[in-house]
Nanobody, 124 residues
Framework: HVQLVESGGGSVQAGGSLRLFCKVSGHSRGSNCVGWFRQAPGKDREGVAELSKYGNSTYADDVKGRFTISRDNAKNTLYLEMNSLKPEDTAMYYC???????????????????WGQGTQVTVS
């Protein structure tokens, strides 16, 4: 099983930057991908970015060029670097681990089995 704990959320002005962290622990052999998702009040959870165990990545169209997903395997930590933040980026952000990596498009919540507790990002 896999455990994930997010951190790094907070409030930032529009145009600013924020870096999110996700500490990953537990047995990772069965997880082929990790990803970031977000959910605003009253909205469905949507995929933001995805990273396969081999280093391939995909992004949602509205964050391409602004967000970057990466991982430090030695530290078992997943990152989401967010730049040029907009008010519409405001949401609860979740990291997750899953089995299926599709290789294109935004990650899909149903492909993921393990989830963190979320960290709030507010852009004003």
């Amino acid at each position: 099983h896999v455990q994930l704990v997010e951190s790094g959320g907070g409030s930032v002005q529009a145009g600013g930057s924020l870096r999110l962290f996700c500490k990953v622990s537990g047995h990772s052999r069965g997880s082929n991908c990790v990803g970031w998702f977000r959910q605003a009040p009253g909205k469905d959870r949507e995929g933001v970015a995805e990273l396969s165990k081999y280093g391939n990545s995909t992004y949602a169209d509205d964050v391409k060029g602004r967000f970057t997903i990466s991982r430090d395997n030695a530290k078992n930590t997943l990152y989401l670097e967010m730049n040029s933040l907009k008010p519409e980026d405001t949401a609860m952000y979740y990291c997750a681990a899953g089995v299926r990596y599709r290789g294109s498009g935004a990650p899909r919540p149903d492909d993921y089995n393990y989830w963190g507790q979320g960290t709030q990002v507010t852009v004003s």
